[in-house]
């Protein structure tokens, strides 16, 4: 490898590690001087280069949504997860299937969601998908209310290591396929939809409760507040109305 070349993965990789998030090649590309700016080509190889450095390392360059970034390996997970003491973060199966019925079957609306789960959607859960930027408004259904539709983000995606939603399981990868699709309502797999700009449109594939796909195991006490949520909204929430837009 050249000197320029050797200099370019060393720019590359501090980039990396110093952004903190996510960076795409035409990101990288605006760190330089419009007369010392590499081509697009070069940038892939300097990519290439780094994620090769990264093979005997406890760590990987990984491309999700957002662009490249360097994460510890999955299987280090078990050791590496005792640097922090705090309980990690669990989620409860309302959520999750929530989550699940709008990565699968986006744009979708908070009452379709509430007519495939049997019980209104708690105000808690879309709050906390909001927080956590995993869901937006992509628009407003062409019917009475005009209730929002909901589609997951890039954040979405770069949380749970995806490039696309294509890389979400199909239906031959779920374990206990029937019940799975009896819970979240789908007896066949949805036609597939083309990607929107923001990379978060529909896919032809099966349903898949998130617990499964991440390996965020539902909280029990969790579960059981959220229950209790969704029964008290039944009450308050008419199935197809949305009040948040």
């Not at 979400?168 to 990607?195: H, M, Q, V, Y």
């Not at 449109?201 to 409760?209: F, L, T």
């Not at 617990?211 to 909204?233: F, Q, R, T, Y």
Request: charged fraction near 25%.
């Amino acid at each position: 490898m050249s000197e320029t070349n050797s200099t370019l993965v060393q720019i590359v990789e501090g980039a990396l590690l110093a952004a903190g998030r996510p960076l795409t090649p035409a990101q990288l590309g605006e760190l330089f001087e419009e007369h010392e700016r590499p081509s697009p080509a070069d940038i892939r190889e300097a990519l290439a280069a780094a994620a090769e450095r990264c093979a005997e390392r406890g760590f990987e360059l990984c491309e999700v949504a957002g662009g490249f970034r360097y994460q510890v390996r999955q299987s280090l997970a078990p050791w590496v997860a005792r640097l922090w003491q705090e309980r990690p973060q669990k989620y409860s199966r309302a959520l999750l299937e929530t989550l699940a019925l709008i990565a699968y079957r986006q744009p979708i609306t908070r009452g379709e969601i509430e007519e495939i789960r049997g019980v209104a959607v708690s105000s808690n859960i879309i709050k906390t998908l909001h927080e956590r930027e995993w869901i937006r408004v992509v628009g407003h259904r062409d019917v009475p209310g005009r209730p929002a539709m909901y589609a997951t983000t890039r954040q979405f995606l770069d949380y749970f290591n995806l490039k696309n939603l294509d890389q979400l399981p199909a239906l031959a990868e779920i374990r206990d396929l029937e019940t799975l699709n009896a819970e979240l309502g789908f007896n066949d797999p949805p036609e597939s939809a083309a990607n929107d700009a923001d990379g978060s449109a529909a896919v032809a594939a099966a349903p898949a409760n998130l617990s499964l796909v991440s390996g965020l195991a539902p909280d029990a006490e969790a579960e059981d507040d959220e229950s209790a949520a969704d029964a008290a909204d039944s009450n308050a929430i008419p199935p197809d109305s949305d009040p948040i837009h």
